[in-house]
Nanobody, 126 residues
């Protein structure tokens, strides 16, 4: 059974930074591309960032490009999301997700991800 556990969320002031972590188990981590999604209050879940299984390729939503960085350390079975220059509109529950199938090259839709964490709350105040 795949398990993804997010951590690192919290309350920060606008302009501040947070680093989210996602610890994975139950899968061959190095074979799976990973993603981060977020769900603001009252809104649909939306794509944030993607990293290929190799870690050499990443892709970001326009809303976070230049501010957020996704990375992974396969030896630790962990994916990270470094969030800088946070804005109030970044407030959401952030979810880590594993691609539905191994060696996925690029995915940005929730349906392309088969395993999800419980989420971690990020609140950015003005």
């Amino acid at each position: 059974q795949v398990q993804l556990v997010e951590s690192g969320g919290g309350l920060v002031q606008a302009g501040g930074s947070l680093r989210l972590s996602c610890a994975a188990s139950g899968l061959t981590f190095s074979s799976y591309s990973m993603g981060w999604f977020r769900q603001p209050p009252g809104k649909e879940r939306e794509f944030v960032a993607f990293i290929r299984w190799s870690g050499y390729s990443t892709y970001y939503a326009d809303s976070v490009k230049g501010r957020f960085t996704i990375s992974r350390v396969n030896a630790k079975n962990t994916v990270y999301l470094q969030m800088n220059s946070l804005k109030p509109e970044d407030t959401a529950v952030y979810y880590c997700a594993a691609a539905r199938w191994p060696y996925n090259e690029l995915a940005t839709k929730p349906v392309d991800f088969g395993s999800w964490g419980q989420g971690t709350q990020v609140t950015v105040s003005s």
